[in-house]
């Protein structure tokens, strides 16, 4: 039998376990508060198992929580964490704003946040959130995990790291293109913006990206192109445009709506002439991307680079440990969405910084 119900009758020696924030007294104050600058642990294990479902809801008390509270998750004992990234993010949020979307993995209804990604773990695991805000947040969650008699083999660590950027329009290369005419040339990725970076053994299963502009025009026209285990140009997974690689088409057709489908979307929408805030998603569950020593997934910001504007990304993936160090995470003022663009129910904040016209 094949398919996700295919497995269901199977008879199995596991212990179903849950951390969540329920109220120890028997009470109704099923939450927890984070004072500012606080770091909680929400759940930890001991011995082998796996997390296989994580649910979140917040209270939050200031603008851009989402992108204030700080998801970290460590396994195996390990100092450096696997998961990095604001709690929003890392749940397929981007711009610090809830919405509404369904995929396989990862689904938002309005506040609450769910993830279905399997989180595998020989010797423990641990769930950190920190506040790095000036108020308090309020946190509801669950963290549903199976323990286990012995460690599953074959079995890579949960990797998710947030990525943000100001791109700017790089300077052009000018040559024919496949049809004779004179047009603006990438040859070498090296500009491109940066979704992963990752040393070992493992596979990539897909990313989201958020990004903010205030260029009318379609800003889609850049490739996607993946370097597997340090191959050089051109790499062999190279595609033909950003809707392409998050399998829409035609600029999403002229923007007419959003979309969400278990492994792919466009779930969050800007202005009719492509201005402001948008975010895409693409989960390779049916097709990881494997490799065995190293990955760097990258896509231009418009056709060869030729787009500015503010740029971030959750990537996903499992791997062996240990993971390629990540960047330092930025502060809070490095985190908060800027004000351009984007819908008038996002327009509440008024600390974001103004997104610069020209770059």
């Known amino acids: 039998m094949n398919g996700p119900l295919a497995d269901l009758p199977r008879l199995k020696n596991v212990r179903s376990r849950r951390s969540s924030s329920y109220d120890t007294t028997g009470g109704n104050a099923d939450n927890w508060t984070f004072e500012p600058g606080q770091t909680r642990t929400i759940a930890k294990m001991e011995g082998p198992g796996c997390i ?8 939050g008390r200031e603008d851009f929580h989402l992108r204030k509270l700080v998801l970290r998750m460590y396994w195996d004992g390990e100092e450096s964490p696997s998961v990095e990234s604001p ?7 981007g711009h610090a704003t ?11 209804f309005d506040r609450a946040f769910n993830c279905w990604f399997p989180m595998p773990y020989s010797e423990g695991a641990r769930i950190d959130i920190t506040n790095d805000g000036e108020k308090d947040a309020i946190v509801y969650f669950y963290v549903d995990y199976q323990e286990y008699d012995e460690p599953q083999e074959d079995m890579g660590r949960f990797h998710a790291h947030w990525r943000r950027q100001l791109v700017k329009q790089k300077k052009e ?9 004179e047009a603006r040339l990438n040859t070498t990725g090296k500009d491109n913006y940066l979704v992963l970076d990752a040393k070992g053994k493992g596979h990539y299963v897909g990313c989201h ?7 009318p025009g379609w800003w889609g ?28 088409a035609w600029n999403y057709n002229k923007l007419a709506r959003t979309f969400c489908t278990p492994y792919y979307g466009y779930h969050f929408r800007g202005n009719e002439d492509y201005t402001g805030k948008h975010s895409q998603y693409r989960y390779h569950i049916e097709d990881p991307i494997y490799f065995q020593k190293s990955i760097r997934v990258t896509i231009e910001h418009g056709h060869a680079n030729d787009r500015s504007g503010d740029w971030t990304s959750v990537a996903y993936w499992y791997q062996t440990e240990p993971h390629k160090a990540f960047p330092k995470l930025a502060d809070v003022e490095g985190r908060i969405p800027y004000k351009y663009g984007g819908r008038e129910d996002m327009r509440a904040g008024k600390d974001r910084r103004e997104l610069p016209v020209k770059h």
């Not at 296989?52 to 209270?59: D, E, K, M």
């Not at 026209?221 to 829409?248: A, C, L, Q, R």
């Open 87 to 93: 709690i929003g993010d890392f749940f397929g949020l």
């Open 52 to 59: 296989r479902h994580i649910w979140v809801t917040i209270g």
């Open 98 to 108: 809830v919405t509404y979307f369904q995929s396989a993995p990862l689904q938002m």
């Open 173 to 181: 290369t000018m040559g024919p293109d496949r049809r004779g005419r």
């Open 221 to 248: 026209e850049g490739d996607d192109m993946i370097f597997v285990d340090g191959e050089k140009w051109p790499p062999n997974i190279h595609g033909t445009g950003m809707e392409d690689y998050f399998s829409g």
């Open 209 to 215: 990206i958020d990004l903010d502009t205030n260029e």
